[in-house]
């Protein structure tokens, strides 16, 4: 089964990380994904660029409304996302657990994936 | 993270907006800060043992106003402080106040903030100075050290600054449209102002003045996240990031400084030029150009070029032509020189230059820029004299570094040397 691990994080907190700490996170983060990779869990993922720098179509009215910053106005944001191939929800969770023991702070949503496309690009 | 540690950036994320909205509430910045330290050491006692709060700045507003409330009770009659459990108890108050306290409530708290500290009759580095303390909690050992001075020098000048200001007339009440946008061109000027001093720093300031970059920055995003939809902000934002990009490209392993057009390229900072890159396509949506857009601008042309020889100078000659017409300046006039030179020669852009004397006589880039200009089409005496002006003038090692380099090239006859920079000078 695959899983979407959405990472949900104050997004102010995380910007006021000083490098060396961003640092120190990504890099406990890059021992996980390793480990996960091998193991044939990991699929694509992604960190997101802060939300300052998104942009929102809302499509509830034609045409489209183009809004600037996130869709969501929350305390946390949705920073970034997993995709995983675990045997079941406790095997998901494990991996999630890994991943925070390294990234302390905010909530994973655990998400089973209904139609999984890997498309067509190599960034 | 160990916990003090997370609870410590989390005080430290949660700071601007819960100074801010205590600031509206006693409309006193030094009993404000004093409630904000209070309330960060009840969360000091309380979150490791009830975990942190769902709103990080709301509860520091909730706790830190009762707890001022008190003091300012206690003055008045010594009267008892309540037993912690009443002020710590706030569960359920808190759910409420954040409703409050989302999104635009903040919005004019955390510009008032800030254009408070951007009082005219502040010399601007005060300003800064006291944005440092007050909105980004930076200690007075840390912003003394980035300005070069004492620690008591720099005390004594914040609390004269905040003197200054306790006797100017804040507003309060929620500014109108006109007002809110004048008080964000101030701010972000300040902003602005404070990059550049941590930009500017070479050398032995290097280390104590590059963290300053990095708070221009955060308070930039902050704003951006609380005024969506403006495109200068988005500007001044990506502005400065392309220009942070090359923070570990820029200086030597001695400090001198490396020109853009010889750093090594893959050191610049990727994931911050996809962030400027993004931001500048957003402002640009809103077909509203401003000065901060079209430096913006320039600069991602600069960080889009893979080479030095990709840099596409037509396009940074149109947007210099632009921001000469939005914001004329003998400054603006002589970085677009730069980018003449490299389309149609050293002496079109000299002829640009020399009519600049008399307002830049005083200005390192211009003799530096001359020199170079004069060098490369052989008129070496002239270019020597220039120089040895540039030099007099340099106010780092770096900028006196690379003169010196200018010349050695001209002792070596070889005036070939290049125009530097080509994105407002201050680039080496």
């Known amino acids: 089964m695959i899983y979407a691990l959405l990472c ?32 044939g869990k990991l699929g694509p993922a992604a960190r997101l660029l ?18 600037d910053g996130p869709f969501a106005e929350t305390k946390e944001q949705l920073l970034g996302f997993y995709t995983i ?33 890997p498309g067509s690009f190599v960034p | ?42 969360a000091l006692r309380t979150w490791p043992q009830n975990g942190p709060p769902r709103d990080a700045a709301a509860w520091l507003v909730f706790v830190g106003r ?49 254009f408070i500290c951007c009082h005219p009759e502040l010399p601007t580095t005060q300003q800064i100075a006291l944005a440092l303390r007050v909105v980004s909690g930076l200690s007075v050992k840390q912003i003394a050290r980035a300005f070069l001075v004492t620690e008591a020098a720099m005390e004594q000048r914040i609390t004269r600054a ?13 500014p109108g449209a006109v007002e809110r946008s004048e008080r964000l061109g101030v701010v972000a000027a300040m902003i602005y102002l404070l990059f550049n001093e941590g930009y500017s720093a070479a050398g032995d300031t290097l280390v104590a003045r590059e963290p300053l970059c990095d708070e221009a920055i955060r308070l930039a995003r902050l704003l951006l996240r609380l005024f969506q939809a403006e495109p200068e902000i ?52 809103h077909r509203r150009p401003g000065p901060y857009q079209v430096q ?79 060098m490369q089409l052989g008129r070496t005496s002239e270019a020597r004299e220039s120089f040895m002006v540039a030099i007099s003038l340099a106010t780092t090692v770096a900028e006196a570094t690379h003169i010196r380099t200018q010349l050695d090239e001209l002792k070596d006859c070889r005036g070939a040397g290049g125009v530097a920079g080509g994105e407002l000078l201050s680039e080496i």
């Open chain 1, 8 to 39: 949900y994080h104050q997004e102010d907190v995380v910007c006021a990380w000083t490098k060396e700490e961003d640092n120190a996170v990504m890099a406990r983060l890059a021992v996980v994904h390793e480990k996960l990779a091998k193991a």
């Open chain 1, 50 to 67: 802060p939300t300052t720098a998104a942009t929102t179509l809302r499509k509830d009215q034609d045409p489209p409304l183009v809004l």
């Open chain 1, 85 to 117: 191939d675990c045997v079941d929800l406790e095997d998901a969770l494990e991996v999630a657990r890994e991943l925070g023991r390294a990234n302390p702070g905010g909530a994973y949503e655990v998400r089973p994936v209904s139609l999984f496309v």
């Open chain 2, 1 to 42: 993270m160990d916990e003090t540690r997370w609870i410590g950036t989390t005080l430290a994320a949660a700071r601007p907006q819960a100074i801010a909205a205590l600031l509206r509430y006693f409309r006193d910045l030094d009993l404000a800060e004093e409630a904000f330290q209070e309330a960060c050491l009840r």
């Open chain 2, 66 to 114: 009762n707890v001022a409330l008190d003091t300012v009770r206690r003055r008045a009659k010594h009267t008892e402080l309540p037993p912690e459990e009443i002020l710590s108890d706030t569960e359920d108050a808190e759910a409420e106040i954040a409703e409050h306290m989302d999104g635009l409530h903040y919005r004019d708290d955390v510009l008032r903030l800030l």
């Open chain 2, 162 to 174: 905040k003197a200054r200001i306790a006797r100017a007339d804040v507003p309060f009440e929620a």
């Open chain 2, 234 to 285: 988005m500007g001044l934002t990506a502005l400065m990031l392309f220009q942070h990009t090359r923070a570990v490209a820029r200086f030597d392993m001695h400090g001198a400084a490396i020109l853009l057009d010889q750093q090594n390229r893959d050191l610049w900072n990727k994931p911050m030029i996809a962030e400027g890159l993004a931001l500048l396509d957003k402002a640009i949506r």
């Open chain 2, 296 to 374: 913006a601008a320039i600069a991602a042309l600069h960080a889009r070029a893979e080479r030095p020889e990709d840099t596409d100078w037509t396009e940074i000659d149109l947007l210099y032509g632009t921001l000469e017409i939005m914001q004329p300046s003998p400054v603006v006039t002589l970085n677009r020189a730069v980018a003449t030179s490299k389309l149609r020669g050293p002496e079109v852009a000299l002829a640009m230059v020399e009519p600049l004397g008399d307002k830049l006589s005083g200005y390192f880039y211009y003799h530096g820029l001359r020199g170079a200009l004069l």
